[in-house]
């Protein structure tokens, strides 16, 4: 039986996992020698290298000595957080990277507080202790800290610890130490990391927790086997959460080394692989002995907190840009996405609307951006918080928020949050001499809050939030204080009128952008909105009165991304989404329409 070692590496977005990933690949002697690798190997897709964020958790596996390591890199930002849940119970460790000088963070918390909860004990790596203002000290202290704050017993207190600089390929036990590689790492792993519990003798138990598709085979489930063998071309009976249960024949077996994937006849208790030949294989589901069935624990992982509605857009330039623009298209799409997103759910709410629910608005902007490139087009409406009920009382999420901003931003920074319902739980004084700001706020005050925060902190400001827990609703909504710039005709925008437009507010459309009746074109210096025609012409040579230039100045517009517009769009409001663009429009394109709603929900005030 082979040795095996079952990790994953956890920690707060950009910590490093995956460039420590990266190395342990690399100094394993895992690539073959002409083989060539890009930086962050594990981001595969292409918005987690456009980013340079994981969104998706990924296994691979190395060889050192005489074991093998399966690694899952997991992704650090609070909204992927349900992709850390669900590998956990896959693995027998996991190495918990700590930036060696921003410390513990919201995510640091949320993923120890799950690892701690399965009864892992961590590695924890200090890391990127080349950092000017690293503190590894202070950090080490902040771990110990949140550890005996989470409950964890003596074994889990009696974590070893590494230093590191992931970047630069090294790893040690003491600061002292000399920084040459990673193999006092490998050492902690394989001594500090327990070995597979269950065995290759007992019946086949084994869990899905990744799914994969493949042109050839169809769907694949990536499998942690706890019990007994799997065997190619041998029969086993899937078993959902629901209890049913389906026989099946294993078409396919592959086996993970490094980036690579081969083809296997058996695999064993203890190893992560990836199966092919059960046509509803689902995330969570048990592949189990034919004629002694014992299922798994079905997957638990955090509910969704927020919710949007996505529906059929149908502006006046709806089709014109995207493929697929129909209801029943984009329910197919949603459907899909529910079966390996564990994390979201989907609802269809009529009228061609569909409610969709994740951790957070990058978590639904990933979703909506995926679709675009895939041609889609849709609205999504303001993103809500999931409430719920329990014991007559409402319930929303909570959320832990961390900011650090320079001493002089402090004072803007807890009135803003305070009016936002937060409550202040610590305050500390960094040595870089910024102020770290620590508060427990319902997730409902940060919904557009991170434009705020940046322009009334020149941008110098750190946020940070992760799921904290469901607390009684605590009343009040804030909500954006400028108005829009609406458009008020159909056509193409004029640079002059732009021009004139703009000592109104900040506009987010060029010249000969296309503009209907209703679109939001710019954010009004003022509260409440305007009315405006960006369509007026005006004849060329009045244009070139201004200075030297041949043409009118024209600001830079605002550029709408997706997230963007989440954040800044209120309840009257839509975002359009198609392949090409992004735009804001009002829900209502008719401007008597929003006049007298607007005087209606004066009056019900
Ligand atoms: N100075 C320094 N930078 C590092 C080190 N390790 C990683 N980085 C940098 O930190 C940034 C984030 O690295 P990633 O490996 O993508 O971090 P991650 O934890 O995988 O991020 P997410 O998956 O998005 O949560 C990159 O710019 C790395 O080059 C290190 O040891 N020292
Ligand atoms: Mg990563």
Redesign the pocket.
Known sequence: MQKIKNIAVI??????????V?QLLQQSGTYEAHQEVQ??AM?SNEIEKER???ILSKNTAITYGDHKINII?????ADFGGEVERVLKMVDGVLL?VDAQEGVMPQTKFVLKKAIGFGLIPVVVI?????DGSDPERVLDEVFDLLVALDANEDQLEFPVLY?????GYAKWEMEDESKDMVPLFDAIIEKVPYPVGSPENDTQAQVFTLDSDNFVGRIGITRIFNGKVKKGDEYLLVKADGSKTKSRISKLIGFKGLDRIEISEAEAGDIVAIAGFADIDVGDSICDKSNPVALDPMHVEEPTLSVIMSVNNGPLAGQEGKHVTSNKIQERLEKEMETNIAMRMEPMGDASFKVSGRGELQIGILAENMRREGFEFMLARPEVVTKEENGVKMEPFEHLVVDVPEEFQGVAIEKLGKRKANMTLLTPMPDGTIRLEFEIPARGLIGFRNEFLTDTKGEGIMNHSYLEYRAYTGTVVSRTPGALVSMDDGEAVAFSIFNLQARGVMFISPQEKVYSGMVIGESARPGDLDVNPLKGKALTNMRTSGTDDAVKLVTPRKITLESAMEWIEEDELIEITPLSVRIRKKSLDANERKRMARDKKNSK
């Open positions: 920690a707060h977005v950009d910590h490093g996992k995956t460039t420590l990266d930086e962050r981001d340079g964020i994981t890199d997991t992704p650090g930002h990277l890391n990127k202790i080349d950092k590191a600089a992931a970047r630069d």
